[in-house]
């Protein structure tokens, strides 16, 4: 339990990352969050009292962030992550080293080396694509703009609440297959 992951907001309720069990339980009793969601009936047991394991925790003050990591050479790594190491092309998944980065609007059309412009390829598609965008060359993209837009630590904490499902209303995920679920039972 105490291995777990917590999902951190800043005061504004914007997703920050996530925090380990431990940490978050430091910071509440020193004052600096409060627990928004508990996770489920868990707790943790000290000698003198018994703690609900937090899920999902806030600030209590507004703390700028640095953009510094979309720079970093993780970018790559994330990227795959985020594709869930699956060609944006021929959707087939393959290992990082059988992956390579698009550019989706081509350098040589002024296409910059964003997040928001890079998707996995496999070498194939990426050669095959060459320098055209994906309507030039007749190779639609599984991925949406919607999906690219939302930035690399979004997508990567919206992977992490596909089994927490206590996080998703703080990441703005679309529960409307759930509601019609509901609906359907
Ligand atoms: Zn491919």
Redesign the pocket.
Known sequence: MITGRVLLLNFSYEPLGTIGVARAVCMWFSGKLTVEENDGDNVLHSPSTTIPIPSVVRLRNYVHIKRRRQETTMKRARIYIRDRYR?Q??A?HKHAKDLTLDHILPRAQGGESTPQNLVA??V??NQRKGNRTPEQARMPLLTSQKLLRLGLDHVLLCHYAESRPEWKKYLFMDESDETEMNIAA
Do not use: I, P, R, T
């Open positions: 060609c092309y021929c087939e390829a496999c194939k598609c």
